[in-house]
């Protein structure tokens, strides 16, 4: 089975930075898309930002372009996400999450998700 654990949130004013960390353990052969989506209260769960190892491509919302930036390390299967001029509407659960190819001899290829953690902007 595959783990998903996220640290790092809580509560900061307006204008502050949070640094997210999230490792994946378990049984892994690769893991080639990393990510961090977020739901609000009441709202969908929507992209943040992703990393794709094949390319090194990165990806992120338009809200949050230039404020937040995510990186990973693959030796220790761990995406982060900093978290920079923290707004208000920036509040919500933080999820990351992993597309996992489990063994070498299947190319099939999975998605978890970690529990989330809560990041709350506020003065």
């Known amino acids: 089975q595959v783990q998903l654990v996220e640290s790092g949130g809580g509560l900061v004013q307006p204008g502050g930075s949070l640094r997210l960390s999230c490792a994946a353990s378990g049984s892994i052969f690769s893991i080639n898309v990393m990510g961090w989506y977020r739901q609000a209260p009441g709202k969908e769960r929507e992209l943040v930002a992703t990393?794709?190892?094949?390319?090194?491509?990165?990806n992120y919302a338009d809200s949050v372009k230039g404020r937040f930036t995510i990186s990973r390390d693959n030796a220790k299967k761990a995406v982060y996400l900093q978290m920079n001029s923290l707004k208000p509407e920036d509040t919500a659960v933080y999820y990351c999450?992993?597309?996992?190819?489990?063994?070498?001899?299947?190319?099939?290829?999975?998605?978890?998700w970690g529990q989330g953690t809560q990041v709350t902007v506020s003065s």
């Open positions: 990393t794709i190892s094949s390319s090194g491509n990165t």
């Open positions: 999450n992993a597309d996992v190819r489990l063994r070498v001899e299947s190319s099939s290829v999975f998605r978890f």
